[in-house]
């Protein structure tokens, strides 16, 4: 069995994070059932030269920079939709999603907007960007101004990518929104959510700040973190059953360190919800000749749980990467602005 084949086996959905047309292609072959986008995939996408034609049809049309930017953001989604609306169909609504982010800069510091404000951006764009689409999820950071419009989102009948999730707390706060929001529909035959739970960036940090983690221990804090969420999320909506499942999606999947193998978190947490995986995480599991088996609830020894839970100040943790994780989520919607503003001058 091919390696994505036996981590789809074993009970992971795989989807892309990227909305690229050529891996799109490729990750469906592998058996891929849905994707995501952020500016920073986009920005790749153009500036390799291939929507020349596109922005200067749209600079002819009196088109700002940012209105070319999010016209085709708006463009590549929507032909990612088109390719995984027949998995969607065929899934009754539990796959076949390609996710759209909101306007990053909403988070950014010098905006200066309120969490009401915040809000009240967020409510509008998801309801502009959703209208028409069947098989396409709003993504919304699990910011303050982000949970604080996920129940109205929700109430709308949109279907919601929350992301930007490092902690429980986040996770909790953003979960319990958007029930509140489906409670508030007719019925909850078309009520879908997930929760991005970041892993990789979480190792990165403890490395740093946390160097008195033992060997054990190490490398270890992103993924018993996810797991600890996943079964959160497991737990709750035993509780609470709905007609389509409400998942964890494990993002960040890639490895930042030289030293681990690329599927360090694809193996790790194998066997539930979803991995949305960079293109080149992919195709290091495809090439890896490995047979990937159910993880996901394989937890650590309890000595090492206790080690992490003692050692780890997780308020802490948040702070720093929830500072960093807004900057990597505006600077990368200004530098698609930017190069657009370039090719506008080519």
Not at 30 to 39: E, K, L, Q, Y
Not at 60 to 70: S, V
Not at 132 to 158: C, F, Q
Not at 162 to 182: E, H, K, P, S
Request: glycine letters at 6%; a negative charge.
């Amino acid at each position: 069995m091919q390696p994505l084949q036996s981590l789809i086996a074993s009970g992971t959905k795989l989807y892309l994070d990227s909305v690229d047309p050529q891996e799109v292609a490729k990750n469906l072959a592998w058996g891929a059932v849905g994707a995501t986008s952020n500016p920073a995939i986009i920005a790749e996408i153009v500036q390799r030269g291939g929507f020349d034609a596109n922005i200067e049809s749209l600079v002819q049309a009196g088109k700002t920079d940012e209105e070319i930017a999010w016209a085709l953001t708006n463009s590549l989604v929507t032909e990612a939709e088109q390719t995984f609306l027949p998995i969607w169909k065929s899934t009754d609504g539990n796959a076949g999603w390609v996710s759209f982010e909101l306007d990053p800069l909403l988070e950014d510091p010098s905006a200066n907007l309120s969490i009401q404000e915040q809000s009240a951006q967020y409510v509008s764009l998801g309801k502009k960007w959703a209208e028409g689409h069947k098989n396409r999820m709003i993504k919304v950071p699990a910011t303050p101004g982000g949970i604080a419009a996920l129940e109205e989102l929700t109430a709308s009948g949109i279907t919601l990518n929350v992301t930007l999730i490092f902690t429980m707390d986040q996770y909790t706060q953003a979960r319990d929104a958007v029930w509140r929001g489906a409670q508030r529909r007719a019925n909850l035959d078309a009520f879908k959510s997930v929760y991005s739970i970041f892993v990789s960036r979480i190792d990165i940090y403890t490395e740093e700040k946390v160097p008195q983690l033992s060997s054990a221990a190490q490398g270890l804090v992103g993924i018993v973190n996810a797991q600890q969420i996943w079964a959160a999320n497991q737990e709750f909506w035993k509780q609470h059953p709905t007609p389509l499942q409400q998942e964890i999606i494990f993002a960040s999947t890639g490895t930042k360190k030289p030293s681990d193998p690329a599927w360090k978190y694809v193996a790790a947490l194998a066997g539930s919800d979803i991995q949305t995986n960079p293109p080149q995480t992919n195709q290091a599991v495809s090439a890896s000749q490995l047979t990937f088996t159910r993880k996901i609830d394989e937890l650590p020894a309890a000595k090492t749980l206790a080690e992490i839970e003692e050692k780890v100040d997780i308020s802490a943790m948040h702070s720093l990467l929830m500072s960093q994780g807004v900057d990597k989520f505006v600077k990368p919607q200004k530098a698609l602005i930017k190069l657009i503003g370039q090719r506008r001058h080519a």
